[in-house]
């Protein structure tokens, strides 16, 4: 049975989620209701005048707030004590018990959790408090980062209804998110899972991070086999570049300026010499190639294999963590002979806390 609570306050870490205020009106139109990048695949349009947001705020959002089932919050960030975002009910079905979430917030925000912290904790509050049965929301699959805030707050792939939506975009696919009363509380234990793709794309992430750690500490002139350090530094990221998307096109993908036939392999002979600046922009380049690549997909896609590939997405991920990580391994052992110290290896839990140690040495007493 639900039990409707209408808009009440409610707290996360780093937000406050609360009722709109008429005095919200410039904020609001500041941090995001002029900005086209924030309502490119949403259904209105940017704001062209303040008292168009006034005018949005008392006749379709104040108006409504005595309203036990309307629900639409704005996303303070406690660290600056102003609304950066809303989120919302834009569909509710009392008989399926049933909301349908939506949400957007500044570009000035986007890619630091805000959006997704904000909606785990309407999971509880729905789930816990209010009673429904099944949260779910959609997005443009052009949008893939609005997935991802699906994704971490523990929502799964449901499927794509090919154009059944529509937005600033014209007439679009709508892919669909949810997550159901039993996974909240039974597999989940009030903890929303995340989804294989979320977990995947962390992965990626602190993987790369290591190897960062790896390239920070090491010589990279020393001679390992013969061929000096650097190379199989560039080996490992000219490896992650070519072979953890599609291997069977790498052939067909132009390569960085600077590559010359065979310097990605230590054991051949080359002259050219790569400057850190030069192996550094390039760890980030494909760095980001990789985690774009991975927030585009869904967890269905994982099991799928890449066309002319004879491995599945997952297949192909997975080897790339196994080459990855024995490259770090040896890049990590040379600089334990030449230093005595070790290098530290982040784990994800320390890693997706954000509370990283200092440092790049391991300095823990052994």
């Not at 912290?117 to 699959?141: K, M």
């Not at 920070?216 to 530094?233: E, H, L, Q, S």
């Amino acid at each position: 049975m639900i039990e409707h609570k209408g808009t009440v306050t409610l707290e996360t870490e780093r937000l406050i989620l609360q009722r709109f205020v008429i005095e919200d009106a410039e904020t609001m139109y500041a941090n995001w209701c002029t900005d086209p990048d924030v309502t490119k695949y949403l259904m209105w349009q940017p704001h062209s005048s303040i008292e168009v947001t006034r005018q949005t705020l008392t006749d379709i959002w104040l108006s409504k707030y005595d309203e036990p089932d309307f629900y639409q919050w704005a996303i303070v960030l406690k660290d600056i004590h102003e609304p950066i975002g809303s989120i919302g009910v834009m569909q509710h079905d009392d008989k399926t018990r049933m909301v349908h979430m939506g949400y957007c917030i500044g570009k000035a925000w986007w890619h630091k959790g805000y959006t997704s912290e904000a909606l785990i904790r309407l999971l509880q509050f729905f789930f816990e408090e209010v009673g429904v049965n099944r949260i779910e929301s959609r997005h443009d699959p052009r949008n893939p980062n609005s997935g991802k805030v699906m994704q971490k707050a523990g929502l799964r792939y449901e499927g794509t209804l090919r154009q059944s939506d529509w937005n600033n975009q014209g007439v679009c696919d709508a892919a669909y998110y949810t997550i159901l009363a039993d996974d909240y509380f039974g597999g989940l234990r009030k903890t929303p899972v995340m989804s294989n793709i979320a977990a995947l794309t962390i992965s990626v992430d602190l993987m790369f991070h290591n190897l960062k750690i790896a390239m920070d500490t090491v010589d990279w002139n020393t001679k390992i086999c013969g061929a000096p350090a650097w190379r199989y530094i560039y080996h490992t990221i000219h490896s992650a570049d070519k072979w953890f998307i599609n291997p069977s096109k790498r052939n067909d993908e132009s390569e960085p300026f600077f590559h010359t036939p065979g310097l990605d392999w230590p054991d051949t002979p080359s002259h050219v010499v790569l400057s850190h600046e030069t192996l550094y922009a390039y760890y980030e380049q494909v760095h980001q190639k990789i985690i774009t690549y991975c927030e585009s997909l869904n967890d269905l896609q994982l099991n799928e294999q890449p066309t002319g590939c004879s491995s599945t997405r997952l297949g192909l991920a997975l080897s790339q963590f196994r080459h990855m990580y024995a490259h770090i391994g040896i890049l990590n052992g040379v600089t334990i002979v030449n230093t005595n110290q070790y290098p530290l290896v982040v784990n994800e839990s320390t890693f997706r806390s954000g509370k990283l140690p200092n440092g790049l040495y391991d300095v823990e007493e052994r």
